[in-house]
């Protein structure tokens, strides 16, 4: 029996290459937990895309709590740092601890994320949250920088071809302040 893991996706920008690859190897499924973005709006215009994409290819999804509260509070003092400092990895670890918390729930013993997609988001920072995150509920992480290996490309190819949305802000209210709108 093929192993099951539990991917989580912030986006199906992000996830379509990623969940593809994982699709042939595993017992996939999907959780879409990203109580970061704003505003809320956003939030379901992203869950519509990686809900299409996971039917298109008959993948599982479990759709988490959109608890942005819960997220500002974790970032909390952090308001002011711009994208890609202090405020990220706390982002990262809040939506990777809970991704875990929910592979164990499930009986998943292993899971992955689409955050290292990113082409801002560096593995580096990602992975040691995942493996921290793992350890603490008993499961495995994936460790895996999803732009390499041709897969950013693959994904824009299959995101073009789909004419899925694609957003041009990393996702929550202060990134989307950043970009200046």
Avoid at 64 to 79: K, M, S, V
Avoid at 127 to 145: H, T, W
Wanted: glycine share 8%; with cysteine; aromatic share 10%.
């Amino acid at each position: 029996m093929t192993e099951r893991l539990l991917l989580h996706t912030c986006c199906a920008p992000c996830g379509i290459a990623v969940i593809d690859e994982l699709r042939k190897s595993y017992d996939l499924s999907v959780l879409f937990y990203n109580p970061n973005i704003f505003p809320e709006e956003e939030y379901l215009k992203r869950k519509r895309e990686v809900v299409r994409v996971c039917g298109e290819w008959d993948i599982p999804m479990i759709d988490a709590d959109y608890e942005p509260d819960a997220w500002g509070e974790a970032i909390r003092g952090l308001e002011s740092e711009p994208e890609g400092g202090r405020r990220c990895p706390v982002c990262f670890r809040s939506r990777l601890f809970r991704s875990a918390e929910i592979a164990a729930d499930r009986g998943f013993p292993v899971f992955a994320t689409t955050l290292t997609s990113g082409r801002n988001k560096r593995d580096d920072v990602i992975s040691p949250i995942g493996d921290a995150a793992a350890a603490k509920v008993g499961v495995r992480f994936l460790a895996e920088d999803w732009k390499k290996g041709g897969r950013q490309e693959a994904a824009r190819k299959m995101v073009c071809e789909r004419g899925i949305y694609r957003q041009d802000y990393c996702g929550c209210r202060y990134s989307l302040a950043e970009r200046g709108s």
